[in-house]
């Protein structure tokens, strides 16, 4: 049996986190003991965690450069004497690996969820020195694995393994009702975005989008869920446009699934993403997915058969495509079918987890040959 931690910097309800916590339930206990580390802070997912009797511990960095959260890790990687250590984004990748060096842990795998274009000089410069203490670096996207392929990782310790979606179904609701929460009106047509308020998300594009058409459909509503650095920029941009009536920033929300089934579609305006989880969960709950054909995104939507993609930073094309999907309910239930079948065949959390089991046993017994 083997010992496998998983390293993330916050058990917050987002796309990595969800799918560390599907991979931490997931892997058969017959075959690995599992722990969860939560670098900077816990969240919502711990209470998840616990209840699928998988301990959490919690390192406590507080400073951007935390020596003493680095020898709290190795210290905690030693003593709980691991045989697999798994990161999960750039702090958690980051100190994982110089902590799981120190610890002398046997294998090292590292997740990459994205096409990180805002990373550095600097940053890759780290995810470069540190891929040698790495036994493999998993993309959820073929465009993550190129991406960190072009960055100077070695190919031979690159691997794709496909992000999976859980089993969830969409949950019974009156969609007159969820618009009258929201402050809207019961049968307005209701767009869907869900994500980090980050200029990755490219949301301003979907809020110009907007705005060419409340001139065409002046009933077309949107909520916009989600936090993050650029809200109060987007905010203002709505207040401007006078659209905020029509368009409500709610936050985190632990209630995106009610308010996914509730919706006519999902909008994504990213200009690079991994393999979006707010995609896949649009397309199992059968929600047709207008997107901009960002790297990570294509490999999820296929266009005019599972949604609607779109060139980057062109409002007037995602303006197009959402009112197509609005005032064509049959283009919708078939996007909205295909996308489930697609998410069935191609996606499905349990090629995951057996992906990630096969991969952590390979790697465990060609170290313990080289030793």
């Known amino acids: 049996m083997l010992n496998v931690l998983q390293l993330i910097p916050t058990l917050d309800r987002s796309g990595a986190e969800k799918q560390m916590v599907l991979l931490a339930k997931g892997l058969p206990r017959d075959r690995f003991r599992v722990e969860v580390a939560a670098l900077t802070r816990l969240g919502p997912l711990e209470d998840e965690l616990r209840a699928a009797e998988i301990p959490v511990t919690l390192i406590g960095k507080r400073l951007k450069a935390d020596p003493l959260a680095l020898v709290r890790l190795a210290r905690f990687m030693k003593e709980r004497k691991f045989d697999v250590v798994q990161t999960w984004i750039f702090a958690a990748n980051t100190y994982g690996r110089l902590s799981a060096r120190r610890a002398g842990v046997p294998v090292v795998v ?126 203002d941009l709505v207040a401007a446009f006078q659209m905020r009536r029509s368009i409500r920033f709610l936050g985190h929300r632990e209630d995106v699934p009610r308010l996914l089934a509730a919706s006519d579609l999902l909008v994504l305006p990213s200009l690079y993403e991994g393999l ?77 987890i057996d992906r990630f089991a096969e991969l952590y046993e390979r790697l465990a017994v060609a170290r313990a040959e080289r030793e």
Do not use: C
Request: hydrophobic share 45%.
């Open 110 to 235: 590292v997740s990459e969820m994205a096409v990180d274009l805002w990373k550095g000089r600097g940053q890759l410069a780290v995810d470069r020195f540190l891929a040698k203490w790495t036994d493999k670096v998993v993309g959820n996207s073929k465009a993550v694995v190129e991406f960190y392929r072009r960055a100077g990782v070695p190919e031979e310790k690159l691997e794709v393994i496909h992000s999976g979606i859980g089993e969830e179904e969409p949950p019974e609701v009156d969609p007159a009702e969820v618009r009258r929460s929201l402050g809207f009106e019961p049968k307005a047509p209701l767009v869907l975005f869900a994500g980090r308020l980050a200029p990755q998300k490219a949301v301003e594009d979907l809020i110009a989008a907007l705005d060419i058409l409340q001139h065409v459909r002046p009933d077309l509503r949107t909520v916009i869920v989600g936090d993050g650095p650029s809200r109060e920029r987007l905010e």
């Open 276 to 352: 979006p989880n707010v995609v896949l969960e649009a397309m199992r709950f059968r929600k047709p997915v207008v997107a901009t054909a960002a790297p990570g995104t294509t490999e999820v939507v296929v266009d005019g058969v599972t949604g609607l993609l779109v060139p980057m930073k062109a409002p007037t094309e995602l303006a197009r495509a959402i009112r197509k999907v609005i005032e064509d309910r049959e283009l919708a239930r078939r996007l909205g079918e295909a996308g489930r079948d697609r998410v069935e065949s191609e996606f499905r959390v349990q090629t995951m």
